[in-house]
């Protein structure tokens, strides 16, 4: 039996993840005033940057239609079960959609095996889960054991931010513009974090890039005690320097098992802005 993995547009994977286990992932949309583009398809990161520097706009995202996920599962062979890793229900109508697809399809195929995880989280919080469940199929779980075990592990991933600018938040018209000015001006940095309810919360507001890095890591601690047994994810916002400094920094304070560094796609990008990181990892 083979257990096909699939995500959405709202993960970033690191290669050395999708090296190893064909994950199926269906897009999120970006649209600009002029055009909608497929996440990761039609626009590249690259891309992505160059659009906003031209636009002086940030896209507003939106879902994979159930459709989308209709079709995505479809392309999977009736005999193979599908796990499929969605975006928090709390940020996006993407789990809905997700789940409404997997209604249509097995009121057509009755026998298919499909199940859609409310993870709770995105970006690297996706790949942990992802990372676990090829661990898990590697150990021969069955495929029912592993959906139980990802179920379970969605409750102990932490997803853990830092913002190195807040202008994307006033962009997209998250943070008022005076109060977006005022942080600027005190060099306000926001640490922040995936709440049990799978929103996206501010968990301190610190003076100083420095002091809001040293935070960072030390957070680290307060979720969990042992990391010999546990990988870590971090993300990206256009920031390879910055990423790599901190992730040693990590590496030299908590002995993780294995550690992983990519990029964030457009639509993680879209909200964090040029230099955020994120950081997912079970905590005990």
């Known amino acids: 039996m083979t257990i096909q993995l699939m995500t959405d547009g709202g993960a970033d994977l690191p290669k050395e993840l999708t090296d190893l286990v064909d994950i199926n992932v269906i897009p999120l949309y970006l649209n600009f005033k002029d055009e909608q583009y497929k996440s990761g398809v039609d626009l590249d990161i690259a891309g992505f940057y160059k659009k906003i520097e031209e636009t002086k706009e940030l896209p507003r995202s939106a879902a994979p239609s159930p459709n989308d996920f209709y079709e995505g599962y479809k392309q999977v062979n009736p005999s193979d079960p599908i796990i499929m890793v969605s975006l928090s229900k ?5 789990y809905e959609n997700a789940v409404a697809a997997r209604n249509m399809l097995l009121e057509e195929e009755p026998n298919r095996k499909i199940e859609v995880i409310n993870t709770r989280t995105a970006s690297c919080g996706q790949a942990v889960l992802l990372a676990e469940a090829y661990r898990k199929i590697q150990e021969n779980f069955s495929y029912e054991e592993v959906v139980d075990h990802l179920q379970n592990q969605v409750k102990h ?7 190195k600018t807040l202008e994307n938040l006033v962009l997209g018209g998250r943070l008022d513009k005076v109060k977006g000015t005022l942080a600027k001006t005190l060099n306000i940095k926001l640490l922040m974090k995936a709440s049990e309810e799978g929103t996206i919360e501010v968990t301190e507001k610190v003076r100083g890039e420095k002091k809001s890095i040293r935070r960072f890591v030390e957070q680290i601690g307060e979720y969990a005690r042992t990391f010999e047994d546990k990988i870590l994810v ?8 910055r990423a790599k400094a901190v992730l040693a920094e990590i590496k030299a ?3 993780f098992k294995e550690t992983y560094l990519t990029e964030t796609g457009p639509l993680i990008s879209t909200y964090g802005g040029e230099g ?9």
């Not at 991933?157 to 913002?163: D, E, N, P, Q, Y």
């Not at 971090?234 to 320097?241: I, Q, R, S, V």
């Not at 955020?276 to 005990?284: C, Q, R, Y």
Request: hydrophobic share 40%; proline share 0%; aromatic share 12%.
């Open 90 to 94: 709390g940020l996006s109508s993407t």
């Open 157 to 163: 991933t932490t997803t853990l931010f830092v913002l």
């Open 234 to 241: 971090m993300t990206h916002c256009n920031a390879g320097e």
């Open 253 to 255: 304070k908590y002995k």
């Open 276 to 284: 955020a990181l994120v950081i997912s990892f079970f905590k005990d």
